[in-house]
């Protein structure tokens, strides 16, 4: 019992740390916070015709994606346009095995597998349908909200 209690205590500690920017529901989706349930953003992006950003990550081991969670998606800039515009899925791959829920290990890597992503962070943008691959997306150390935002809407535009 008492090792459940650390156990559990561990994993929450992990997914509210996962990301700078904020915590990652394990289950749901919300505009503009981020999740780690791949269908309840698909089904959400769908109904709100709103599309999907699928943040490919090693959350705590890959330098590039703390920069990104750091200087862009923790920022209030981000937070407003995302909760406005995008569903966010964070598809991870960290070293810390107790990161991720067991039930979402496989789908991350056949989802990685799907759509080619070849290293972290890779931001991939989908249509409000959850499979038409919008574009690609990557870091920067001078990325920004605005930057990031910019990026974000000329790729979805584009489409």
């Known amino acids: 019992m008492h090792k ?3 156990a559990a205590l ?9 990301n700078a920017s904020d915590t990652v529901r394990l289950d749901g989706a919300k505009a503009g916070e981020w999740t780690m349930d791949y269908a ?20 705590d081991w890959c330098g590039w994606c703390k920069i990104m969670d750091k200087n862009v998606f923790a920022k ?18 960290p070293r810390d095995q107790k990161i991720v829920p067991t039930r979402y290990v496989d789908r991350n890597k056949k989802l990685s597998q799907k759509f080619g992503v070849r290293g972290y962070p890779t931001y991939v943008i989908l249509d409000s349908d959850g499979k038409t691959v919008l574009g690609k997306l990557g870091a920067g150390r ?3 909200p605005a ?8 790729t979805v535009k584009s489409k």
């Open 4 to 6: 459940s209690i650390i």
């Open 40 to 59: 309840a953003a698909a089904k959400l992006a769908k109904s709100s015709k709103q599309p999907m950003l699928l943040n490919f990550t090693g959350s």
């Open 147 to 154: 930057s990031f935002i910019n990026e974000f809407k000329k």
């Open 10 to 18: 561990g994993l929450a500690f992990a997914v509210t740390t996962l």
């Open 76 to 93: 209030d800039e981000w937070k407003k346009f995302a909760a406005k515009n995008t569903l966010l899925v964070t598809v991870d791959f």
């Open 142 to 144: 001078d990325k920004t």
